[in-house]
Structures are given as structure tokens and as C-alpha cells.
């Protein structure tokens, strides 16, 4: 009898194992500052579908040396072009799954305009009220590096580096969170983050020319391995005339052509 019972509860821990291995859901690493229209698209996707998606985010170096290290993910948005370039020439990638998801757009933010101006070409780098701008870090995150750029260009980068008064993310969703606390007065983040209409923000947004920061292309790949039907499914349902209208409201510049998935 209990040889029988026995049995029964291997072949029950074999087939649970079975189906476990073959779930049909999608896992996508996602940069922070692509979290929110993500999470939105996703959830929308998993109503219509009934497949769900699980996101991770952080910055786009984090997530990359995860993916090296072997994450079970099936897709990564990166906030840049190099990480998922670097992938494919690793040969970590779907052949001919790189593309442009979206185009990202840098602005300075200040919660309280009447202590500190978010207008960076006024912007006095020894008022006293101003004690930090927040940005992301170049070593992580894409947008670290288009931040540095547009300081060097208002000619405030080092002054504020000599006063101490730069606080740097990881990625920009900390730049972000170093702003609305309150610990930072200015704030150099994606737009995304002062159009999200979930979290209306107060205060001044000072738009950024594109043309004096670096292209913030963002690319997103298929991991090797991972272009399951569902992935397809949802790559497809990303790319809809739907979808495309929501993240161009959310604050995105769009490329001006997708490759289609097969």
C-alpha cells in the first residue's frame, strides 16, 4: 500500500514538474524608466489573452549582467542600444530579434519651482536652496550619460561636481525617488515620469532639446531560447496601432519603423 502511494506521488511530482517547466507566461527584464507603460500594456495583454506577465526592472546594466549570469527571462527592454548589441554579439540573443522599442526623452523637473527652477539655462548651481540634482548613474543606466551631457552643455556640470550637489541613481527610476521625497530639487529623468496620469506630478518640467544628449535608443531582444508562442503573442500585441498611440502618450518618441516578428 504504501509502494502504491508512494508511486503515485512521483508521478504526481514528475507531471506538476511537467507543466511547471512549460508555464505559459511571459518574463521580461524591463528598464526602470519603461516600467509603467510595460506594466500597462502588460496587464491589458494578460485581460485580452489570459497569459500573464511577470516584469523586472532596474537599470539596464543590472539587468544585463543578470541575463549574462543566466536569469530566466524571455525578453529584455533595455533602456539603451549597447547592452542588447553587446547580447547579440555574445550570441545570448534570437537572431534578428534586436530592435527599437521607443525613443527616450530626457527633462529636468523641480517639484517646487519657487525655491528651484527647472529651467537648467537659468539654473545657479550655488543657490542654497538648491542641496542636490538627481540624475541616474552613467555607469548603469543610459540616461546617466545623456544627464552628464546636458549639465556639460548648461555649463553647470562642474560646478555642481565640485559642491557635491550631483546624487546619482542607479538607474533614473532613482532619480525619480531622489526627486519626489524631496531629497533632491531638481531631477533629470525620462518624461515618462512627469506624464504618467496614475502619478500626476506638481511643479516645473523644463523639456530638454534632444539634440544635446545622446540618442537614447532603446532597444529590446528575445533571449536565446525564449521565442515561445507567447513571447510572439506578446511582441505582436506590443507593436499594435493600439498599443504604440498609449506609449507615444506616455511621454516616448517612436522609431519610424518595427520589424515585424515571425
Do not use: C
Amino acid at each position: 500500500m504504501h509502494k502504491k502511494i508512494l508511486f503515485f506521488l512521483v508521478l504526481w511530482g514528475a507531471t506538476f514538474s511537467l507543466h511547471a517547466s512549460v508555464s505559459e507566461s511571459v518574463r521580461i527584464a524591463v528598464a526602470s524608466n519603461f516600467l509603467a507603460p510595460l506594466k500597462k500594456m502588460a496587464n491589458e495583454f494578460t485581460q485580452q489573452t489570459g497569459i500573464p506577465v511577470y516584469l523586472s526592472n532596474g537599470a539596464s546594466g543590472m539587468l544585463y549582467a543578470k541575463i549574462k549570469r543566466g536569469a530566466p527571462y524571455d525578453l529584455f527592454f533595455s533602456a539603451d542600444s549597447r547592452r542588447p548589441l553587446l547580447l547579440e554579439k555574445e550570441g545570448l540573443i534570437e537572431e534578428g530579434s534586436r530592435f527599437t522599442y521607443v525613443i527616450g526623452r530626457l527633462v529636468a523637473w523641480s517639484p517646487d519651482e519657487a525655491k528651484v527652477s527647472a529651467d537648467l539655462s537659468k539654473l545657479d548651481p550655488y543657490n542654497p536652496a538648491l542641496r542636490y540634482l538627481a540624475m541616474a548613474n552613467p555607469k548603469t543606466a543610459p540616461y546617466g550619460v545623456a544627464a552628464i551631457a546636458v549639465l556639460k552643455h548648461y555649463g553647470v556640470y562642474e560646478s555642481l561636481l565640485a559642491q557635491k550637489k550631483i546624487a546619482r541613481g542607479e538607474s533614473v527610476g532613482k532619480a525619480y525617488q531622489y526627486t519626489v521625497t524631496g531629497n533632491a530639487q531638481i531631477g533629470l529623468v525620462a518624461q515618462s515620469y512627469v506624464l504618467n496620469p496614475k502619478h500626476p506630478v506638481k511643479g516645473q518640467i523644463f523639456e530638454i532639446p534632444s539634440n544635446i544628449y545622446p540618442p537614447l535608443n532603446q532597444q529590446a531582444i528575445i533571449i536565446k531560447g525564449k521565442k515561445t508562442a507567447e513571447v510572439v503573442q506578446f511582441l505582436r500585441f506590443f507593436r499594435s496601432d493600439y498599443a504604440q498611440n498609449k506609449i507615444r502618450s506616455l511621454g516616448y518618441d517612436l522609431p519610424l519603423t518595427q520589424k515585424d516578428v515571425q
